[in-house]
């Protein structure tokens, strides 16, 4: 990885990733603002700014800004997460500066006309409803506001329908004014790209962004809970989870590797036990989500009624003995997996360009690869079995959505899981 940064006088920052063997770039610009950044009586307005900024700008209408992008075979979006919006481009390496250009109209000089407003929100609504109609998505919400109730980490980042029929055109200018600041700001390219006319193009474009100190983020607690919703499903849905370590941490790469061992494929322990030997489920994973100052380990499956009642006895069993039956040829062959994931996301330019936002995010700068498999390579067999006892042997969070009478009920699971 060949990256380069800038910083420029107003606190932006500009990170790139020349690849001379392509001929596209990915770019775009990240905000960290996201739902962690909200108040409960504005939750959603992360999300419903990043609908906002499609909808007409003082140079460009919607439909402008769709046909200028799509004139020349590029693709323009956003998505929004709990620490950061995010806003993105895939072009050829000629049209970077038509990119730049949409990206900081947007960002900068949005209208948001009242009637477009109203009828985004009928857009969002309809999200909602889309989520909430499909529980394999929705699951992850629920038990993320299981683990952090009644807190920014637990809230959902699309929002709530009674919070985003409320919000008016003041509400939009008011956060973007507050959140969308300088120094909140990362510019990154990836691809056929020159770092000194990148830098030159943003530095033109991107000067109505105020450098002032944005509000603090909300600090959250891990609390964890049970929290299980009846529904007329073919399938129960459920995530079992306990909290982990932040995004950058020392022992983030180590974590990883335990959740690529216990269900990351299907060589994976619970994929092993738990769909091929008895056939329990369809699908199951574990997963790890680093925020910024704390993480969570987690484990989803999705489970017909008849098989949902032996489900979570099998996966306490396999917890349990996990920390203590780990080995050097599951620990190098989750290495092998996650090393052969990372160099194979190099060959995009849209990972690369993610890559570059995130490690600077995390890390201040972008890392070189072999920082990274360094940290990988140096994770040994005793340390991870030491984090992973660490791991299980904290307040469980668990969430269901579906026919989930049969389910053993939460004492019960604490039981066998923290003895």
Sequence with gaps: MTARTTTLPN????????????????????????????????????HMLEHMNFRGTIRHTASEIAEKIEAVGGHLNAYTSREHTGYYARILKQDVSLAVDLLSDILQFSMFNIEELEREKTVVLQEISQTHDTPDDIIFDLFQETAFPSQPLGYPIIGRPDVIKSFTRQDLQTYIEDQYTASNTIVAAAGKIEHERFVELVSQQFTNIKNTKPNDVRQCEYKG?????????????????????????????????????????????????????????????????????????????????????????????????????????????????????????????TSRCEQLVQQTLVYGRPLKTAEILNFIDRVDLERSKAIASSIFNQPITFAAIGPTKQLENYESLTRRLCT
């Design 11 to 46: 606190g932006i920052r500009i990170v790139t990733d020349t690849i001379e063997t392509v001929e596209t770039v990915a770019l775009g610009v990240w905000v960290k603002v996201g739902s962690r950044h909200e108040t409960y009586e504005i939750n959603g307005i992360s």
């Design 225 to 349: 809970g049970d929290l299980r919703i009846a529904r007329d499903l073919e399938q129960a849905h459920l995530v079992l989870g306990f909290p982990s370590v932040r995004i950058g941490h020392e022992d983030y790469y180590a974590t990883s590797l335990l959740a690529t061992i216990l269900g990351g494929g299907m060589s994976s322990r619970l994929f092993q036990e738990v769909r091929e030997k008895r056939g329990l489920v369809y699908e199951i994973q574990a997963f790890i989500n680093g925020f910024s100052d704390q993480g969570i380990f987690g484990i989803y499956a999705s489970s017909n009624p008849q098989e949902a009642k032996d489900l979570l006895p099998v996966v306490c069993d396999e917890l349990l003995t996990f920390p203590l039956t780990i080995t050097q040829k599951e620990l190098d062959r989750a290495k092998a997996q996650l090393k052969a994931s990372m160099m194979m996301a190099l060959e995009s330019t």
